[in-house]
């Protein structure tokens, strides 16, 4: 059963950075996509973007000029960076394993998720 | 970029009867579609993905139906554990996108 921990900076005050790190255990680290998605308060799920073993990434063209998507495979983790954070970018930022079976994709784990706020 | 509109917003029926959540897409999609379960404060759960395929650990009761652009969750005896939030989800595999309905909210009538 593969798990995803999450861990990162909750506050933030508007023009500054954020940093999340996903670290997944109990599976394989390799194959398939690890993705980052977000929820703002009481609304639906936005998808970020994500990244392979390879550390080839694919982005929101909504956020692809404020994103960044990095890989550690030593130690199993991945993290995500959105500079220039706006009031808009607060929510539940959640960190997600793509599953890729019979032909079809999906996010079959995911991550606790983090309450990001910011608010000067 | 395609768009996904779930209906109803809300549905309110009541335990041990049927649901239906229906999910458009603004084109077509072929099967290329999810179904998760959000409860508050829990990260969503894959219940449905190739538009029909029961992802593991699923009850039968839960069942996914539709190809193209209209699609059909449907819960066939509701359970206590049930009431939740619903999303449907597509994706596109190049360039890759993966874009979500606004969600149904079920809810004991």
């Known amino acids: 059963q593969v798990q995803l921990q999450q861990w990162g900076s909750g506050l933030l005050k508007p023009s500054e950075n954020l940093s999340l790190t996903c670290a997944v255990s109990?599976?394989?680290?390799?194959?398939?996509?690890r993705s980052w998605l977000r929820q703002p308060p009481g609304k639906g799920l936005e998808w970020i973007g994500e990244?392979?073993?390879?550390?080839?990434?694919n982005f929101n063209p909504s956020l692809k000029s404020r994103v960044a998507i990095s890989l550690d495979t030593s130690s199993a983790q991945f993290s995500l960076r959105l500079s220039s954070v706006t009031a808009a970018d607060t929510a539940v930022y959640y960190c997600a394993r793509l599953e890729f079976k019979s032909g079809w994709y999906f996010f079959d784990s995911w991550g606790q998720g983090t309450l990001v706020t910011v608010s000067s | 970029e395609i768009v996904m509109t779930q209906s109803p917003a809300t549905l309110s029926v009541s335990p041990g009867e049927r649901a239906t959540l229906s999910c458009r897409a603004s084109?077509?999609?072929?099967?290329?579609l999810v179904w998760y379960q959000q409860k508050p404060g829990q990260a969503p759960r894959v219940l449905i993905y190739?538009?029909?395929t029961r992802a593991t650990g699923i009850p039968a009761r839960f069942s996914g139906s539709g190809s193209g652009t209209e699609f059909t969750l449907t819960i066939s005896s509701l359970q206590p554990e049930d009431f939740a939030v619903y999303y449907c989800?597509?994706?596109?595999?190049?360039?890759?996108?993966?874009?979500f309905g606004q969600g149904t909210k079920l809810e004991i009538k």
């Open positions: 084109q077509s999609i072929s099967s290329n």
């Open positions: 109990g599976g394989s680290f390799s194959g398939s996509y």
């Open positions: 989800q597509q994706y596109t595999t190049w360039p890759p996108m993966y874009t």
């Open positions: 990244i392979n073993q390879s550390g080839s990434t």
């Open positions: 190739g538009a029909s």
